[in-house]
Nanobody
Framework: QVQLVESGGGSVQAGGSLRLSCAVS????????LGWFRQAPGKEREGVAG????????YYADSVKGRFTISQDNAKNTVILQMNSLKPEDTAMYYC??????????????????WGQGTQVTVSS
């Protein structure tokens, strides 16, 4: 089993920054992909960023490229999402997720076995 706990959400004005953290515990050796997703009210959950645990390749949604950065701190078993130049449309519940599987796109929710409970990000104009 794997447990994911997010932290770092909050409210910020447009143009501001937030740093989300996800503490990963349990059988982490089984994981090959970590991701951040978000879901706004009335919308589907969408992939924001993903990082492969081996090699560190990263992937981003077009809407956040150049503004968000995903990284992992292996010593602390933590995955970070640094969010800069935030926009009101970034407002959503943000979820950390972990996958053991090798098939499918990094942004496919069905690929992920484990999910955190989410942390709210609100960006005001």
């Amino acid at each position: 089993q794997v447990q994911l706990v997010e932290s770092g959400g909050g409210s910020v004005q447009a143009g501001g920054s937030l740093r989300l953290s996800c503490a990963v515990s349990g059988y982490t050796e089984s994981l090959n992909l970590l991701g951040w997703f978000r879901q706004a009210p009335g919308k589907e959950r969408e992939g924001v960023a993903g990082i492969y645990t081996s090699g560190g390749s990263t992937y981003y949604a077009d809407s956040v490229k150049g503004r968000f950065t995903i990284s992992q701190d292996n010593a602390k078993n933590t995955v970070i999402l640094q969010m800069n130049s935030l926009k009101p449309e970034d407002t959503a519940m943000y979820y950390c997720a972990a996958s053991r599987w090798y098939l499918g796109s990094w942004s496919d929710t069905i690929r992920y076995d484990y999910w955190g409970q989410g942390t709210q990000v609100t960006v005001s104009s």
